[in-house]
């Protein structure tokens, strides 16, 4: 038995629904979302921490939230505000922390 019953999709619309072609719309998205970021979260690992590295890269979620909610229009729903909440905090302790510890050296 199949996970995925395909056949079922095979009465959706067949057709890419937008201006702009599929092939280029799909490489330039997958460039910007994919590329662009991995390349700059490891010229970025020379200025700052791993770890510090790797919680601003798990927030990468937070900013897809953020980014709904300004340009969309997308609602934040309780869950989502309190999600928000626990990837941000991290980062914004360990900033004060990185700060403090700089202010003290």
């Known amino acids: 038995?199949?996970?995925?019953?395909?056949?079922?999709?095979?009465?959706?619309?067949?057709?890419?629904?937008?201006?702009?072609?599929?092939l280029p719309t799909v490489l330039v998205l997958a460039f910007l979302t994919v590329t662009v970021p991995t390349w700059a979260f490891y010229k970025g690992l020379k200025h700052v921490s791993v770890s510090y590295a790797s919680i601003l890269e798990l927030s990468t979620p937070v900013t897809g939230v953020v980014l709904g909610f300004v340009f969309l229009g997308d609602r934040l729903n309780l869950t989502q505000i309190v999600g928000v909440a626990f990837v941000l905090l991290p980062v914004i302790i360990l900033e004060r922390l990185r700060l403090k510890a700089k202010t003290q050296a």
């Open 1 to 22: 038995m199949p996970v995925v019953d395909f056949a079922e999709y095979s009465t959706t619309v067949s057709e890419w629904p937008y201006a702009a072609p599929f």
